[in-house]
């Protein structure tokens, strides 16, 4: 009888104990844990969407809230000494070394690299929720149907979201994309649309009198008027030159989630995109 009142309280703790500690680098990692954790993880981001994720600096409680969770996701590319922080943080998933995600390179300079912003694809999305699912599973066994069909959700949620880019996109007569940050490749790419060109040379070097004389003609032969940026990225000193030139406008898009959940900011830039090349002929 006393063993099987120890084994009562065991599973009642087991059940009813602590969440699951995560912390990302960035806020869309954290939607998407959350997406698949729910209420039974605790998930905290570290660089606040609103600015520059590369040029982030941490402070001592990022860091200490990254050596006490029970998993650190990150990008493993583009965020600030990521490198460093990854040789001494021992639970860890990153992103850009998971089975089946789809990868991109960087431009110009830094084309031996991988382009970070692998989330702005919706189907690399589903990889990493997927090996959130494995890991917490893992990690919380008796609740692995509980974490299973809430990747099966956000898997389902993902699709709709394809579907609902492809529908709105496959019609258009214009599918030149713009941008003035090197920004959205993986979103391009997936929807079927085609990357013309960027102001900004590069991760803040400043585009060159040949390189924005080379946009405005770019722009002028395709009959593109709107430039995509999130504001993270934007100079408008720099990009005002080629909005003269081309009677182009400037459409802000959301690429780090302050619009609402991972699910929410596509489909916001969606329509964003959408809006800004539905015009174009």
Same mark, same amino acid.
């Given at each position: 009888?006393?063993?099987?009142?120890?084994?009562?309280?065991?599973?009642?703790?087991?059940?009813?104990?602590?969440?699951?500690?995560?912390?990302?680098?960035?806020?869309?990692?954290?939607?998407?844990?959350?997406?698949?954790? %729910?209420?039974? $993880?605790?998930?905290? +981001?570290?660089? /606040?969407?609103? @600015? &520059?994720?590369?040029?982030?600096? =941490?402070?001592?409680?990022?860091?200490?809230?990254?050596?006490?969770?029970?998993?650190?996701?990150?990008?493993?590319?583009?965020?600030?000494?990521?490198?460093?922080?990854?040789?001494?943080?021992?639970?860890?998933?990153?992103?850009?070394?998971?089975?089946?995600?789809?990868?991109?390179?960087?431009?110009?300079?830094?084309?031996?690299?991988?382009?970070?912003?692998?989330?702005?694809?919706?189907?690399?999305?589903?990889?990493?929720?997927?090996?959130?699912?494995?890991?917490?599973?893992?990690?919380?066994?008796?609740?692995?149907?509980?974490?299973?069909?809430?990747?099966?959700?956000?898997?389902?949620?993902?699709?709709?979201?394809?579907?609902?880019?492809?529908?709105?996109?496959?019609?258009?007569?214009? %599918?030149?994309? $713009?941008?003035?940050? +090197?920004?959205? /490749?993986?979103? @391009? &790419?997936?929807?079927?649309?085609? =990357?013309?060109?960027?102001?900004?040379?590069?991760?803040?070097?400043?585009?060159?009198?040949?390189?924005?004389?080379?946009?405005?003609?770019?722009?002028?032969?395709?009959?593109?008027?709107?430039?995509?940026?999130?504001?993270?990225?934007?100079?408008?000193?720099?990009?005002?030159?080629?909005?003269?030139?081309?009677?182009?406008?400037?459409?802000?898009?959301?690429?780090?989630?302050?619009?609402?959940?991972?699910?929410?900011?596509?489909?916001?830039?969606?329509?964003?995109?959408?809006?800004?090349?539905?015009?174009?002929?």
């Amino acid at each position: 009888m006393v063993r099987y009142l120890f084994l009562l309280f065991l599973l009642f703790n087991f059940s009813f104990g602590k969440e699951i500690n995560v912390v990302t680098t960035i806020k869309p990692l954290a939607d998407i844990v959350k997406a698949v954790g %729910k209420e039974k $993880v605790k998930v905290n +981001y570290i660089i /606040p969407p609103s @600015v &520059n994720y590369h040029l982030y600096e =941490y402070k001592s409680s990022d860091m200490k809230a990254i050596y006490n969770a029970d998993l650190f996701v990150f990008i493993g590319a583009g965020e600030p000494n990521i490198d460093k922080i990854e040789k001494n943080v021992k639970n860890k998933m990153k992103i850009i070394s998971l089975k089946g995600l789809y990868l991109l390179k960087e431009r110009d300079e830094h084309e031996d690299e991988i382009h970070p912003a692998v989330w702005l694809d919706p189907l690399n999305a589903k990889v990493i929720a997927k090996n959130v699912y494995q890991y917490l599973s893992s990690k919380d066994i008796q609740n692995k149907g509980f974490y299973l069909k809430n990747y099966q959700e956000f898997e389902k949620n993902i699709d709709d979201v394809v579907n609902y880019g492809n529908g709105k996109f496959k019609d258009l007569k214009n %599918k030149y994309f $713009v941008s003035y940050h +090197y920004e959205f /490749p993986y979103f @391009v &790419n997936r929807f079927g649309l085609i =990357y013309l060109a960027e102001i900004e040379m590069g991760h803040g070097r400043e585009p060159t009198p040949k390189h924005i004389l080379n946009v405005i003609s770019l722009m002028k032969k395709y009959n593109v008027k709107t430039v995509f940026t999130s504001k993270q990225f934007y100079n408008p000193k720099t990009a005002d030159i080629v909005l003269k030139q081309t009677g182009a406008k400037v459409i802000f898009l959301d690429s780090q989630g302050e619009t609402g959940d991972y699910i929410s900011m596509m489909r916001f830039n969606i329509d964003k995109v959408y809006e800004g090349l539905k015009g174009e002929k």
